[in-house]
């Protein structure tokens, strides 16, 4: 079965720093990447997604995601984060095949001005 | 254009009674999920509609735990009897295309969060 994989479950980085959330999966295959967003009382946001091609991809709010088939991460990461980036993170992968995701237990980062 | 709506927003019951929550999504959306996100953990799927009929449902506990999807738009996920660890934020998503088709983005709603004492 595939599974999700989020290392970090609290960050804390400081306004303006640079900032890396890991995510690794468990998949036969290259499944659907996906990066998710979830602010206090809201819904989940999509970030960013990976189908296929260039492993570098670039997503709303700044963020970007690299994908390396040889260490099955996709890793998400923004060069200066503000302090309205502050909240939960959520990686998934879908095998392409259903269109269902299955989610990572999530990140939550806190930003210190 | 109007995103999933979701009601209520919130909900505290005491175990053994039961609950339901109603979902709206996306005007013309064709597949319908419900999520229940336990706290600490990512949601995990309950259900999923095509329209008004069930793709699958295999994380369902059936034994509590009901949905529908009349007419193919609006959905109600219901618990009878609630038990303590049922306290979880249940999210509803919608899609637009048919599953056949390929990668369809999710949009999800604010989520109904359940509390049960």
Do not use: M
């Amino acid at each position: 079965a595939q599974s999700v994989t989020q290392p970090d479950i609290h960050i804390t980085v400081s306004e303006g720093a640079s900032l890396e959330l890991r995510c690794n999966y468990s998949y036969g295959a290259t499944p659907y990447l996906f990066w998710y967003v979830q602010s206090p009382g809201q819904g989940l946001q999509l970030l960013l997604k990976y189908f296929s091609g260039d492993t570098l991809v670039q997503g709303i709010k700044g963020f970007e995601a690299e994908f390396k088939r040889s260490q099955s991460s996709f890793n998400l990461r923004k060069p200066s984060v503000h302090w309205s980036d502050a909240a939960e993170y959520f990686c998934a992968v879908d095998p392409g095949t259903a269109s269902k995701l299955t989610f990572g237990t999530g990140t939550r980062l806190q930003v210190t001005l | 254009e109007a995103g999933v709506a979701q009601s209520p927003r919130y909900k505290i019951i005491e175990k053994r009674q039961s609950v339901a929550f109603w979902c709206n999504p996306i005007s013309g959306h064709a597949t319908l999920y419900w999520y229940q996100q336990i706290l600490g953990q990512g949601p995990k799927l309950l259900i999923q509609f095509q329209n008004n009929g069930v793709v699958d449902d295999s994380q369902l506990p059936k034994d509590r735990f009901s949905a529908e999807r009349l007419k193919g738009v609006d959905s109600t996920l219901k618990i009878q009897p609630a038990k303590l660890e049922d306290s979880a934020v249940y999210l509803c998503a919608s899609s637009k295309g048919l599953i056949v088709a390929g990668y369809n983005e999710q949009f999800f709603g604010p989520g109904t969060r359940l509390t049960v004492l």
